[in-house]
């Protein structure tokens, strides 16, 4: 069974940081993106942050220069640091993985439980 756990919300005043965290469990044959979305009381959920199998990143318009993608294939593990927050960045952030189970089974998409950010004075 695959689980994506999320580590690292919080509270935060505006203009601060956290890093977020996401750790796989389970057997994956490939991952084919990793990523981060959020979502915000009364709408939908959007990317954040994308990582492709070859390291490339690609970041929501609102985040750019602000937010940086990476992750450590040896702890299975994704981060999400996030600098110079600001209020609307408030929301729920999900971890999401896109992989195969098996060769012939997917691609699915896994989803960790969310960690709440606040940004607030």
């Known amino acids: 069974q695959v689980q994506l756990v999320e580590s690292g919300g919080g509270l935060v005043q505006p203009g601060g940081s956290l890093r977020l965290s996401c750790t796989t469990s389970g057997t994956i044959f490939q991952v084919y993106t990793m990523a981060w979305y959020r979502q915000a009381p009364g709408k939908q959920r959007d990317l954040v942050a994308l990582?492709?199998?070859?390291?490339?990143?690609n970041y929501a318009d609102s985040v750019k220069g602000r937010f940086t993608i990476s992750r450590d294939n040896a702890k299975n593990t994704v981060y999400l640091q996030m600098t110079n927050l600001k209020p609307e960045d408030t929301a729920v952030y999900y971890c999401n993985s896109r992989a195969l189970l098996t060769i012939r089974e997917g691609p699915y998409d896994y989803w960790g439980q969310g960690t709440q950010v606040t940004v607030s004075s």
């Open positions: 990582l492709d199998r070859g390291g490339s990143a």
